[in-house]
């Protein structure tokens, strides 16, 4: 098992430019997220899945779209890119309610800076 | 919503001596508190949990305690190890709800 892998690693961009950010997990978990963790605040949610074909907004939504149009994949996207946005981003699922409790797996992170 | 508070931001222990990492929590409705341990570059792991209807767990040299009248909970770690150099997150959320709240993290060292 690969887990969770989040696709690219490392990015840059320029403000204004557009990007997807992808998710992919192969423990066959309901539920997906997306957190960005910025200095000195923790991991905050942006956007999470309860399932295939649904989202649902978190703390910090704006500026970013998601779609789970598979199970096994999460994407995030950022239509224009603003100099706030740079972050690192981690995807994370779990299972739901169930004998594997309320662990979330994190993927290793994207890091995007915007210019 | 709930807010979650992490102190002390920076730790630093000698090898084979206890670190101690306490939270608290805003929302007496919460009931689920794990703490999640990320090395240099990679993403956040579990490492222990506890709900509301327990006060402490332990699991080898760590434990947590929660103190729901205070709200607050504390991460204990005995016997410190230089792998156990990283930054700790404690959360906080109602259980099996999606919207978790993290502390802003603890970064600790163990001297050799």
């Known amino acids: 098992n690969a887990g969770v892998t989040q696709t690219p690693k490392f990015r840059v961009l320029k403000t204004g430019q557009s990007m997807t950010l992808l998710c992919a997990q192969d423990?066959?978990?309901?539920?997906m997220y997306w957190y960005r963790q910025d200095p000195g605040m923790g991991l905050r949610l942006i956007h999470y899945s309860v399932g295939e074909g649904t989202t649902a907004k978190g703390e910090v939504p704006d500026g970013y779209n998601v779609s789970r149009l598979k199970k096994q994949n999460f994407l995030l996207g950022l239509e224009s890119a603003a100099p706030s946005q740079t972050s690192v981003y981690f995807c994370?699922?779990?299972?739901?309610?169930?004998?594997?409790?309320?662990?979330?797996?994190f993927g290793p992170g994207t890091r995007l800076t915007v210019l | 919503g709930e807010n979650v508070e992490q102190h002390p931001s920076t730790l630093s222990v000698q090898e084979g001596d206890s670190a101690v990492i306490k939270c608290t929590y805003s929302?007496?409705?919460?009931?689920?508190f794990p703490w999640y341990k990320q090395e240099l570059g990679k993403g956040p792991q579990l490492i222990i949990d506890i709900r509301s209807n327990v006060g402490e767990k332990k699991d080898q040299r760590i434990a947590v305690t929660l103190n729901k009248t205070a709200k607050h909970f504390s991460l204990h770690i005995t016997e410190t190890q230089p792998e156990d150099s990283a930054v700790y997150f404690c959360a906080a959320s109602l259980y099996n709800n999606n919207d978790m709240r993290f502390g802003a993290g603890t970064r600790l060292t163990v001297k050799p």
């Open positions: 929302d007496s409705a919460s009931n689920y």
């Open positions: 994370a699922s779990k299972f739901p309610l169930g004998g594997a409790g309320d662990t979330q797996y």
């Open positions: 423990m066959n978990h309901e539920y």
